[in-house]
Nanobody, 128 residues
Framework: QVQLVESGGGEVQAGGSLRLSCAAS????????MGWFRQTPGKEREFVVA????????????IYADSVKGRFTISRDNAKNTVYLQMNSLKPEDTATYYC?????????????????WGQGTQVTVSS
């Protein structure tokens, strides 16, 4: 089993920044990919970004949703089994509960069913 704990959520004004962290513990060596998803009430969980612990898919680095490209950056600290999501230029539409997830395989990295473990979520609220 793998446990994921998110932190860093909060409330910020539009244009501001937040940094989310996701600390993984347990059998982390079995995981291949880490991802962030977000969800608002009444909507499906939405893919935000994914990264492999190795860093690449066939030479390609992290995968970002179009809605966050150029504003969000994922990074990882393999030694600490932690991934970070730096969110800049936040918009009110970024308001959501953000979930960290871990997958044993990187083949379905942009879909929530592709992940095997989930954190409890952290709320991000962006006010206009």
């Amino acid at each position: 089993q793998v446990q994921l704990v998110e932190s860093g959520g909060g409330e910020v004004q539009a244009g501001g920044s937040l940094r989310l962290s996701c600390a993984a513990s347990g059998r982390t060596s079995s995981t291949d990919t880490m991802g962030w998803f977000r969800q608002t009430p009444g909507k499906e969980r939405e893919f935000v970004v994914a990264v492999r612990w190795s860093g690449f898919w066939n030479g390609v680095g992290p995968i970002y949703a179009d809605s966050v490209k150029g504003r969000f950056t994922i990074s990882r600290d393999n030694a600490k089994n932690t991934v970070y999501l730096q969110m800049n230029s936040l918009k009110p539409e970024d308001t959501a509960t953000y979930y960290c997830a871990a997958a044993n395989s990187g083949y379905y990295a942009i879909t929530s069913p592709g992940y095997d473990y989930w954190g409890q979520g952290t709320q991000v609220t962006v006010s206009s």
